[in-house]
Structure formats: C-alpha cells, structure tokens
C-alpha cells in the first residue's frame, strides 16, 4: 500500500488541463478562464456623477452662490453644452459630467427655485465625480486560470467580453460493478441493494465543473465489464465503482490489465478507501474506487475532486485542509490515514469538530449529517480535547 500523498500524487500524474473551447458570456458562469482576457473599453467611458445634484464649476462653490440651471445630463443622454461660471447642470447619478464641470453639488446642499439653485453651505471636499476608467482602463486585464463566478462574468459584461476562452469540461465515465447491485427504481431481489455511489459521485462531478456519463451498471464477470469498459469511447476519465479488492468476484483490475491497462498504483493505507487504483487504458486515465458507498465519496473527495481541478486548469493541488479545535478525546490511530465524519461548529470564529461515535464505512446516514471529514495521520498519537486537528469541511 502506498500512502495518500503518494496515491493522489500519482492521480495527477495521470492527468493534465484539457483544450480550450470559445463560449458565449451567458454559458460561462462557474466555468474557468483558460487564458488571460483584456479589457477593451474604459469604465466608466466617460467621467460620471457619483451622486444626484448639480454639474458646476467648482469657483461657484460658495454658500449664498445663486446659479442658473441650463440643461441636465442624465444616464445615456449627457448635456453636449458646457458649464461656465455662474451656471448649473442638473445631473443624476452615473450620467456624464458636462464640459467645464469639475464639481457635482449634492441636491441636499442646494435649494431649488424655478431655473435657479442656490447653495446652502459647504459640505465636503469630495467632488462627487468618478473619473474615466475609475474602475478599469482598456487594456487591463483578468488573470487565468480562474474561476468565473458572478461577480467576474459582470466584470467581463462591462469590459464588453462576449466571446470566453474556457477549459473544456471533463466527461468522466462512471461504472458501478457487482451482481448484488440494482438501479435506482428497480426492485432489488433478496440478496441485492440499491447502486447509490454512482449518484452521489455524479453529483460530485457535476458540481466541480464535469460532466458525467453514467454507465449500465457491470456485473461480475469479465466479458461484462469488459464491455462497459469498451463503451468508454470520448470521455476523459473513467471512474469503476467496486471490484478492485483482492476477492474472488473484484474483477476491475485484473480485467483492465489484460486490456492492456499501466497500473499506476493498487491500494491506498487510507480509511475508509484501502481498495483504490489508478492507471491509464487505452490512453484514458482510470480511477476505481472502492464500491461501498462511503469510501467511495470520500476517495471522491479526495482523489476525484483534485483530478477535475487539474483537468479544468487549476492546477495540481490537494483537497483543502483547514485547522480546527477538537471536541472531544480520541485514541491512537492505526497504520491508514483516517478520514473521520465529523461536525463542524463555528462559534465566534473558532472552529471545533467532533467526529462522530460510529465511523463504520457503510453507513451513509453519518456521512449525510457529516459537514468535515477529521483528518488523522497514519500512526496519529491520541489525541485529547482542545488540540489542534486537520479538516476537509464538506458543505
């Protein structure tokens, strides 16, 4: 068995970014920017009123002043005159500033009578005027890689960006195998139970930015998964689901070696996890993953999550980790990196965490209530309350 580090090590060996593909603005939104984008307009394109008022020219700025009002700019209909001394602009916010304006005076600190205005008092030094490229100028530009999320995709709106340079999204195959399991809205006989990794790991990629393509579920024999295998035409991983153990009916390994599958590596000393692979078949990076439905999200969360990370551009980097207080004792760990469900509370900016009592690998109840996994090292020393610990938060 090799470690965790070493194991994900070894995924991202397998993987690389993907082409680049030209979308619309609109179909961008969480996708990630695969080269760096420039502006090609200033904004604001035109020096503009902060605040609604008055356009004047700053030596009228004196309490008593009385102006005449001879036009107004609003947004998207400036005034093409010019303001000169002794006259004024009625203008709102985010309209151009007339020529021959160097001050916006607020409505607050005027009075209105007829075509006149006339000034209560002083109010500030602030000019209320946001110059011409304020908040960028052309040629300024969004650093790639990066995720667009919304407050990005309205910057690339204003820089007038219709057209996107993203990575592709990563289609990624999803087999489950094993005779015992059935499909969602089958009935399973006696002896069978539900396929439910599957859905939960289709969630996980589409969540990250991939797509997934679920497969006929594989039973337990060689021709069948053989020809699941084979129907794996055009993605760019395949993820098994089971069968990669050492029993008598864990048929994906030595299956996909004798299709001519480069082992990377077969076994992780994590838990859960232990039954973990990865290599290349037929050029395409495979990832199998244990079939019981817990070691399968975290081995998900683990391995899967970074290699879409690194197949979107965002570069090889592990599963995030933050620190935490623990909440209560724990005994020495084993030989296996532990990845514990656990809940994570956060009172006034401390965060602590307390792992669950049962920690048995098939109970998918604990994982739904779980929102961390607690990180223990292999070979961790007891731990007691109030130390400092390692967490991957889940939601």
Same mark, same amino acid.
């Given at each position: 068995?090799?470690?965790?580090?070493?194991?994900?090590? /070894?995924?991202?060996?397998?993987?690389?970014?993907?082409?680049?593909?030209?979308?619309?603005? /609109?179909?961008?939104?969480?996708?990630? *920017?695969?080269?760096?984008?420039?502006?090609?307009?200033?904004?604001?394109?035109?020096?503009?009123?902060?605040?609604?008022?008055?356009?004047?020219?700053?030596?009228?700025?004196?309490?008593?002043? /009385?102006?005449?009002? $001879?036009?107004?700019?609003?947004?998207?209909?400036? #005034?093409?005159?010019?303001?000169?001394?002794?006259?004024?602009?009625?203008?709102?916010?985010?309209?151009?500033?007339?020529?021959?304006?160097?001050?916006?005076?607020? +409505? @607050?600190?005027?009075?209105?009578?007829?075509?006149?205005?006339? %000034?209560?008092?002083?109010?500030?030094?602030?000019?209320?005027?946001?110059?011409?490229?304020?908040?960028?100028?052309?040629?300024? !530009?969004?650093?790639?890689?990066?995720?667009?999320?919304?407050? *990005?995709?309205?910057?690339?709106?204003?820089?007038?960006? !219709?057209?996107?340079?993203?990575?592709?999204?990563?289609? %990624?195959?999803?087999?489950?195998?094993?005779?015992?399991?059935?499909?969602?809205?089958?009935?399973?006989?006696?002896?069978? %139970? $539900?396929?439910?990794?599957? #859905?939960?790991?289709?969630?996980?990629? @589409?969540?990250?930015?991939?797509?997934?393509?679920?497969?006929? $579920?594989?039973?337990?024999?060689?021709?069948?998964?053989? =020809?699941?295998?084979? *129907?794996?035409?055009?993605?760019?991983?395949?993820?098994? *689901?089971?069968?990669?153990?050492?029993?008598?009916?864990?048929?994906?390994?030595?299956?996909?070696?004798?299709?001519?599958?480069?082992?990377?590596?077969?076994?992780?000393?994590?838990?859960?996890?232990?039954?973990?692979?990865?290599?290349?078949?037929?050029?395409?990076?495979?990832?199998?993953?244990?079939?019981?439905?817990?070691?399968?999200?975290?081995?998900?969360?683990?391995?899967?999550?970074?290699?879409?990370?690194?197949?979107?551009?965002?570069?090889?980097?592990?599963?995030?980790?933050?620190?935490?207080?623990?909440?209560?004792?724990?005994?020495?760990?084993?030989?296996?990196?532990? #990845?514990?469900?656990?809940?994570?509370?956060?009172?006034?900016?401390? +965060? =602590?965490? /307390?792992?669950?009592?049962?920690?048995? !690998?098939?109970?998918?109840?604990?994982?739904?209530?779980?929102?961390?996994?607690?990180?223990?090292?292999?070979?961790?020393?007891?731990?007691?309350?109030?130390?400092?610990?390692? %967490?991957?938060?889940?939601?």
């Amino acid at each position: 068995m090799i470690s965790v580090k070493q194991a994900l090590s /070894e995924v991202l060996n397998l993987i690389k970014p993907l082409d680049i593909e030209i979308v619309d603005l /609109e179909q961008a939104g969480n996708r990630v *920017l695969a080269s760096k984008i420039y502006a090609n307009r200033d904004q604001p394109p035109f020096k503009s009123s902060a605040m609604d008022g008055y356009a004047i020219n700053s030596k009228d700025l004196n309490p008593g002043a /009385e102006l005449r009002v $001879i036009g107004q700019s609003v947004a998207g209909l400036g #005034y093409n005159g010019k303001v000169t001394k002794g006259n004024a602009v009625r203008i709102f916010t985010g309209a151009p500033v007339p020529k021959g304006s160097d001050h916006i005076l607020i +409505q @607050e600190d005027c009075k209105k009578s007829d075509d006149k205005i006339i %000034i209560n008092k002083l109010f500030e030094k602030n000019n209320f005027i946001r110059p011409q490229g304020g908040d960028f100028k052309i040629g300024d !530009s969004v650093d790639a890689p990066v995720e667009l999320d919304p407050s *990005l995709i309205s910057l690339l709106a204003a820089m007038n960006i !219709s057209k996107v340079p993203v990575f592709r999204k990563p289609v %990624i195959a999803l087999i489950a195998t094993g005779d015992e399991l059935v499909a969602v809205g089958e009935v399973p006989k006696e002896d069978q %139970i $539900i396929s439910s990794n599957n #859905y939960g790991l289709k969630t996980l990629i @589409e969540t990250s930015g991939a797509i997934a393509r679920l497969l006929p $579920i594989a039973r337990d024999t060689a021709q069948e998964l053989k =020809t699941v295998l084979n *129907l794996c035409d055009n993605v760019d991983l395949i993820v098994t *689901l089971g069968g990669a153990s050492v029993g008598d009916y864990d048929l994906v390994h030595s299956t996909a070696e004798n299709m001519g599958m480069e082992t990377s590596f077969y076994k992780v000393a994590m838990r859960p996890g232990k039954p973990l692979m990865a290599g290349r078949i037929s050029g395409i990076p495979i990832l199998g993953l244990p079939g019981n439905p817990v070691s399968a999200l975290v081995c998900g969360i683990v391995f899967l999550k970074p290699a879409i990370n690194a197949m979107l551009g965002k570069g090889n980097a592990a599963f995030i980790t933050q620190n935490a207080i623990l909440d209560r004792d724990l005994p020495e760990n084993g030989p296996r990196e532990h #990845y514990m469900r656990a809940t994570l509370k956060s009172d006034n900016g401390i +965060q =602590t965490v /307390e792992p669950f009592d049962k920690q048995d !690998s098939s109970l998918l109840t604990v994982l739904s209530k779980a929102n961390a996994l607690l990180v223990r090292p292999a070979n961790d020393k007891a731990k007691i309350k109030g130390c400092n610990v390692k %967490i991957i938060p889940l939601k």
